[in-house]
């Protein structure tokens, strides 16, 4: 049987082969592991503008952008009232334009600048973060807020008492909070106090309908589970659409405006759904939903 030599020693062509070809086996087996370990984030936000995002204003139409209140300046997603001549109630949400289930959001927001003087007194440096939301294209044009869950935003007041951010909210919903059904319509996080012109980090993790978690900072502040439709804070809704009691699984996320200025500068995602078969070319070990149907071979 043919030998080559190497280094002076006889190696048997098959068992050269054989060693070859485990070695490229190991080392392609090493890239599919790194590559089904590596996350693939997606910025939601270009940086440009606000394509695939879609705005809903109370007392206007979806897909309305009055008053220029979500523009894209210096690469940051800002929210602004200069056009406006008075806030009248003009609540608003920028959607993004797919519903998602589970997922890892991660944000980077500050407040700036003084709020609406016509605005609630409750919206001073408060924004939110709203996920499992309704489509803005199923809310009536008097609808004030979107069915929804709110990863709450705010600034703290300057007067040395503490304010969390990263609360929970829940405009027409409720939640599941340390193993009872909780009709609060806010619980407070476990956070610090950030103030005005701060940028601040927060993440939300959502796992369905199982499990939601609140990070700020890296700091895990809070968890619930189980968003549903009921309770109250919501206005001039479709009847159809509020189902009480209807658990609720996925949904859209939306950047709030209730009065306030406030920046965005990044606004990332991580999906949690896809492919768990390993043979499969876009198999992610993270993934924590399956997908069967987005595999690819």
């Known amino acids: 049987m043919y030998t080559a030599k190497r280094s002076g020693t006889h190696i048997k062509l098959p068992i050269l082969l054989l060693v ?10 090493n890239q599919a592991a790194k590559n089904s370990n590596t996350e693939e984030w997606v910025s939601l936000f270009n940086g440009q503008d606000i394509k695939n995002w879609i705005v809903k204003m109370n007392h206007h139409e979806a897909g309305e952008n009055w008053g220029n209140t979500f523009r894209v300046e210096d690469s940051l997603l800002k ?39 016509d605005a609630p007194n409750y919206v001073i440096r408060n924004s939110g973060i709203m996920f499992h939301s309704q489509s803005p ?41 340390e193993g009872k059904l909780d009709t609060t319509h806010c619980i407070n996080s476990s956070s610090k106090t950030y103030d005005v012109d701060q940028w601040v980090q927060v993440e939300l993790i959502v796992l369905g309908d199982s499990l939601v978690t609140h990070i700020v900072e890296g700091d895990t ?16 809704y479709d009847p159809e659409v509020f189902q009480e009691g209807k658990i609720l699984s996925e949904g859209y996320i939306a950047l709030q405006s209730e009065g306030q200025p406030v920046d965005f500068r990044k606004v990332e995602l991580l999906n949690l759904e896809g492919c768990k078969d390993p043979k499969a070319s876009n198999y992610k070990s993270y993934f924590v939903k399956s997908d069967p149907e987005s595999c690819t071979y």
Not at 83 to 99: R, V
């Open 221 to 236: 502040v809070l968890q619930y589970s189980k968003p549903q439709i009921g309770g109250g804070v919501v206005n001039n």
């Open 137 to 177: 294209y199923t809310m009536p044009i008097n609808q004030d807020w979107p069915i929804s869950v709110e990863f709450q935003l705010l600034g703290g007041l300057g007067n040395g008492n503490p304010r969390p951010t990263g609360n929970m909210c829940s405009p027409g919903t409720n939640i599941v909070y």
């Open 79 to 117: 929210v602004r009232y200069d056009e406006y001549d008075g806030f009248n109630m003009q609540f608003a949400h920028l959607y993004y334009e797919e519903p998602l289930s589970y997922f890892h959001l991660v944000a980077e927001y500050r407040f700036v600048g003084e709020m609406m003087p």
């Open 20 to 29: 070859l070809s485990s070695i490229v086996i190991f080392n392609g087996c």
